[in-house]
């Protein structure tokens, strides 16, 4: 059974750091691209930052850009995203998604993810 746990959500203050946990099982996570999302209250999901299953190519919302960092370690079958900088508008619900298919690239589009977890909250104060 495919299941991703996040984890390392909290509150923090404006300009703090958080790491998020995305821990696998039921596959191996070094054969498909992993990505972020986040949603924040009234708002849609959108995507935060990705990274490639091999090349360690990665992509990232430009709201994110230079303060966040995804990375992967697929020997513990965990992908990470460390947030430096926090603003108040990064709070949100985030999840950690994976596709089926095991795809070369990686890339934000939701709708090209098929297991997600569960969501950890990140609440930043101003």
């Known amino acids: 059974q495919v299941q991703l746990v996040e984890s390392g959500g909290g509150l923090v203050q404006s300009g703090g750091s958080l790491r998020l946990s995305c821990a696998a099982s039921g596959f191996t996570l070094d054969v498909v691209p992993i990505a972020w999302f986040r949603q924040a209250p009234g708002k849609e999901r959108e995507g935060v930052s990705c990274?490639?299953?091999?090349?360690?190519?990665?992509d990232y919302a430009n709201s994110v850009k230079g303060r966040f960092t995804i990375s992967r370690d697929n020997a513990k079958n965990t992908a990470y995203l460390q947030m430096n900088s926090l603003k108040p508008e990064d709070t949100a619900v985030y999840f950690c998604a994976t596709p089926r298919r095991k795809s070369p690239g990686c890339n934000l589009r939701e709708t090209d993810y098929d297991y997600w977890g569960q969501g950890t909250q990140v609440t930043v104060s101003s």
């Open positions: 990274i490639s299953r091999s090349t360690g190519y990665t």
